[in-house]
């Protein structure tokens, strides 16, 4: 049997791979980790046969992310794991690139064709694979895959643009491009291949057949029983503007030659043909988000009670911005929380606690932190009122899951796994109101996952007025 370690909790490419290769429970036994913070440095590999580095910072995955923290996630980090590795004694050790080292909107890759990184993104990735190319030995094997476009069931990206697209445009282009791209069933079975088969060197994996924008976004339309229109003539004004890099990258054509080392001539691993992936993805996507598209009230209702709200109490706001100024000397808290699709956003209360506080989730801060003030707006519950800046500004909802820390990170991989941020957080909810804090990471996930999955504009208000009423827990400090 062998070992398998798979960086990135978070990262769909490895939670994919992980629930494809537990389908061999005889033959595998996988371990994934996140490399968020610097335990995994206190983890021993000695026992791995292999290691898949998925996890990376990748163009949205930080809004407004700078070239260090690029070269510190996507490089320094990658090094470092691979010389624990090799001095572990790990056998194997396989990085997950990308097609953006060539720097490249448009165009044909061959073997011959240079690299030329123009993102912060893509020069950190290229970097890497220098750095793990001077490592690699007959001891230590070092693969690098340059996957291009990956897709699959609520991925994000270019693809998730796709699929929201065929499932409100009436009218598309038709543009005659073609794409290299990979389901993740294919990509997870060629990642088994290489593990199987120990294979080194730069592969570049992609499925037997080239990705059409047009032709994909009406297929995905059709497995959502709609009907999208491919317009030539739009297609002619899309060809056009085809100067534009924005442009290029959605509809020009940027292809791997199926001959380079680990493409679908030289190995087998397309179990899935391409217009089963994409009515996979289309169905499976669809399952996940049905809930949410019986709550389309929800912003409307939204805007409308946060602007409300926000003038009737102005002079409660202004008045006890002014004590806050007495009590702290900062009344307002602002911090950055984890938001819809994982992207972070900065949440603001009346600030509770005293300013030397360490950022950590209230059930973990200690109860002499709090000041005066904030004992009577916790209780209260007037401390929540800025949020509604947040609710409108779309980075919230009155109701919804309660937006958890960056550093909370096995609630974010249960609350990942409920699918609890494909909605917007709230300042209000079921979890709120029964009294279930971060403390219990997989019941407060199931919990929101409940909420969303039930919600109904009873319900909306029900959870409002009770908050309203005094009712719940709010964060609980111990």
Not at 84 to 96: D, M, R, S, T
Not at 165 to 170: R, Y
Not at 267 to 289: G, H, T
Request: proline share 5%; aromatic share 8%; with cysteine.
């Amino acid at each position: 049997m062998k070992r398998l370690l798979i960086t990135g909790q978070s990262s769909y490419i490895a939670k994919q791979c992980c629930n494809f290769i537990d389908q061999y429970p005889n033959k595998y036994s996988v371990d994934l980790i996140s490399v968020r913070d610097a335990s995994w440095k206190d983890k021993s590999f000695d026992s791995y046969d292999a290691i898949i580095h998925t996890a990376a910072l990748v163009h949205d995955s930080t809004k407004g992310a700078t070239s260090e923290q690029f070269d510190q996630v996507n490089y320094q980090l990658t090094l470092e794991l691979a010389e624990k590795a090799k001095k572990e004694g790990v056998k194997h050790f396989i990085f997950l690139s990308t097609m953006s080292v060539y720097g490249l909107n448009t165009g044909h890759i061959t073997a011959s064709t240079p690299l030329n990184p123009n993102t912060s993104y893509g020069q950190s990735k290229a970097k890497a694979e220098d750095a793990l190319k001077a490592l690699s030995s007959e001891e230590f094997v070092v693969t690098i895959i340059r996957p291009p476009m990956v897709y699959g069931p609520n991925c994000k990206g270019n693809f998730k643009t796709l699929y929201k697209i065929a499932n409100i445009a009436p009218i598309f282009p038709k543009v005659n491009n073609q794409r290299s791209a990979i389901f993740i069933d294919n990509l997870s079975a060629f990642i088994k291949i290489v593990i199987d088969n120990k294979i080194e060197g730069t592969l570049f994996p992609q499925n037997e057949e080239y990705l059409n924008t047009s032709e994909t976004v009406s297929l995905l339309a059709k497995a959502s029983s709609r009907k999208v229109y491919i317009s030539k003539l739009a297609g002619f004004g899309v060809n056009l503007l085809m100067f534009s890099p924005t442009i290029q990258k959605a509809f020009g054509s940027l292809t791997y030659d199926p001959s380079l080392p680990g493409g679908p001539i030289d190995l087998e691993y397309n179990l899935v043909k391409f217009d089963d992936s994409v009515e996979q993805s289309a169905y499976l996507s669809k399952a996940k988000s049905g809930s949410k598209r019986s709550v389309i009230w929800q912003r409307p209702l939204d805007i409308a009670f946060s602007v409300a709200g926000l003038v009737a109490t102005s002079p409660l706001l202004i008045g006890t911005t002014i004590v806050g100024y007495f009590d702290t000397g900062s009344p307002l808290f602002i911090q950055e929380r984890v938001g819809k699709d994982k992207k972070p956003f900065k949440l603001v209360k009346f600030r509770t606690m005293s300013l030397d506080t360490a950022s950590v989730a209230s059930h973990l801060a200690d109860n002499s932190s709090i000041t005066k003030l904030g004992r009577i707006l916790r209780k209260t519950k007037l401390d929540e009122l800025p949020q509604l800046i947040n609710v409108l500004k779309g980075e919230m909802s009155l109701v919804g899951p309660r937006p958890n820390l960056f550093n909370q990170e096995e609630l974010i991989e249960a609350r990942g796994n409920q699918g609890v941020y494909d909605v917007l957080p709230g300042i209000t909810g079921l979890a709120q109101l029964s009294g279930i804090d971060m403390s219990t990471p997989d019941l407060l996930a199931k919990t929101d996952k409940e909420m969303i999955d039930s919600l109904t504009l009873q319900k909306y208000f029900s959870y409002i007025i009770r908050t309203a009423l005094g009712k719940g827990s709010g964060d609980a400090v111990k």
